[in-house]
């Protein structure tokens, strides 16, 4: 009994260091600035809308970097992506699409996806929207700390893109929640790629 007991605790104390270290590297990855490349089109991530058909600030703040990225001219067309779950009243692509056209992007500037589900459906759905117009290339907008594995799941993909880094939202508890769901992420997507 005291040898489960001792594996039991090595064990909890070996997922708690991993878990640890990929919360790290989350937060650190957060930090960075990508730098876009110039693209044939940039992509936008979903994120939730409320019942009441405001954008959460997460989608908001992306839709923000995208409109920033778009008037810089890293891209003239913008795909906007995102789905209905159940606990929304349009899909997402629609919300960004309205928000985009009321910040003066003009209509065939904007493409909505509104499919996807998660971000590899994301991605995938964008991808094929890309192949219909002759795109190659992208700039993939989402916030900060969920950069990174976007832009691994593209890559993985065949997508060549590069990162918009849209900023996190403020509220403290929002924070360590979104970072501790995309430690978990990562933690899901290393051991998809082994398996």
């Not at 995102?82 to 003009?106: I, K, N, R, Y």
């Not at 998660?118 to 192949?131: D, P, R, V, Y």
């Not at 893109?161 to 769901?181: E, M, N, Q, W």
Request: charged share 15%.
């Amino acid at each position: 009994m005291k040898l489960v007991l001792r594996i039991c605790l090595i064990l909890a104390a070996l997922g708690a260091a991993v878990g640890l270290s990929v919360l790290t590297a989350v937060c650190i990855c957060a930090g960075r600035n990508d730098m876009p490349e110039k693209s044939d089109c940039i992509i936008v991530l979903g994120a939730h809308v409320w019942m009441d058909g405001r954008m959460s600030n997460a989608l908001t703040y992306r839709c923000e970097a995208a409109l920033d990225a778009w008037q810089k001219g890293v891209a003239p067309a913008i795909i906007v992506c995102g789905g209905q779950g159940s606990d929304e009243p349009t899909t997402e692509a629609a919300a960004m699409v309205q928000w985009m056209l009321a910040h003066g992007v003009s209509e065939s500037a904007v493409i909505a996806e509104d499919q996807s589900l998660n971000t590899k459906q994301n991605i995938a759905n964008a991808m094929s929207i890309m192949a219909e117009h002759g795109w190659k290339t992208a700039a993939v907008c989402t916030n900060n700390y969920h950069l990174t594995r976007a832009l691994w799941i593209a890559r993985d993909a065949g997508l060549d893109a590069t990162g918009i880094a849209a900023p996190s939202t403020k509220d403290f508890l929002s924070v360590v929640r979104g970072r501790v769901r995309e430690t978990c992420s990562w933690i899901l997507y290393f051991i998809r790629k082994l398996s």
